[in-house]
T-cell receptor, first 112, second 112 residues
Framework: EPEVTQTPSHQVTQMGQEVILRCVPI?????FYWYRQILGQKVEFLVS????????KSEIFDDQFSVERPDGSNFTLKIRSTKLEDSAMYFC??????????FGQGTRLTVV | KNQVEQSPQSLIILEGKNCTLQ??????????LRWYKQDTGRGPVSLTI?????NTKSNGRYTATLDADTKQSSLHITASQLSDSASYIC???????????FGAGTRLAVHP
């Protein structure tokens, strides 16, 4: 069964460093999303991506964040200069034209 | 403000018992409502998706209801199993650009 895959499963980085979280969405999907979940809190929307451009972003998604779909299969989230408060689970999701969004297993980012 | 509220926050039941989880939302415009199961440290997995015109939908031991007039939904779990222990998250698609708006979840623990 097709699934959204995310790598790495766990990333530890020092404050101020850049990180890139990688996602391979389901191959025929058209809409891509990043969400994050701080430990013990609800899942929060970060950004949606369609037709090779950002379609919507939340107030969390500031200039430190960027997304790319460099090669038609990978979908990446970059955090330029990580802060302690960026520590969270980051989930990638994708969907086709239907309503169902499929989530990856997440990348746990720990900023120390 | 687009919000999704869930109750109870947490619930403990004995194996074999039934339970009902509640969700109230204030998302507008409304597109659909889904219930996700999220195991600790994992990505959300969809249980059901309900559109405006659907009142009840079942998926095995899970039955979701939707009252679009009162903006309430419930998830009923029948004959609970130990593997049902997880967070159950109510998610509404709507608001701006059809993004997913997450509730905080109900943490269910099924004890033998």
């Amino acid at each position: 069964e097709p699934e959204v895959t995310q790598t790495p499963s766990h990333q530890v980085t020092q404050m101020g460093q850049e990180v890139i979280l990688r996602c391979v969405p389901i191959s025929n999907h058209l809409y891509f999303y990043w969400y994050r979940q701080i430990l013990g809190q609800k899942v929060e929307f970060l950004v949606s991506f369609y037709n090779n451009e950002i379609s919507e972003k939340s107030e969390i998604f500031d200039d430190q964040f960027s997304v790319e779909r460099p090669d038609g299969s990978n979908f990446t989230l970059k955090i330029r200069s990580t802060k302690l408060e960026d520590s969270a689970m980051y989930f990638c999701a994708s969907r086709d034209r239907g309503p169902e969004a499929f989530f990856g297993q997440g990348t746990r980012l720990t900023v120390v | 403000k687009n919000q999704v509220e869930q109750s109870p926050q947490s619930l403990i039941i004995l194996e074999g018992k039934n339970c009902t989880l509640q969700c109230n939302y204030t998302v507008s415009p409304f597109s659909n409502l889904r219930w996700y199961k999220q195991d600790t440290g994992r990505g959300p997995v969809s249980l059901t998706i309900m559109t405006f015109s659907e009142n009840t939908k079942s998926n095995g031991r899970y039955t979701a209801t939707l009252d679009a007039d009162t903006k309430q939904s419930s998830l009923h779990i029948t004959a609970s199993q130990l593997s049902d222990s997880a967070s159950y998250i109510c998610v509404v698609r709507g608001g701006g650009y059809n993004k997913l708006i997450f509730g905080a979840g109900t943490r269910l623990a099924v004890h033998p």
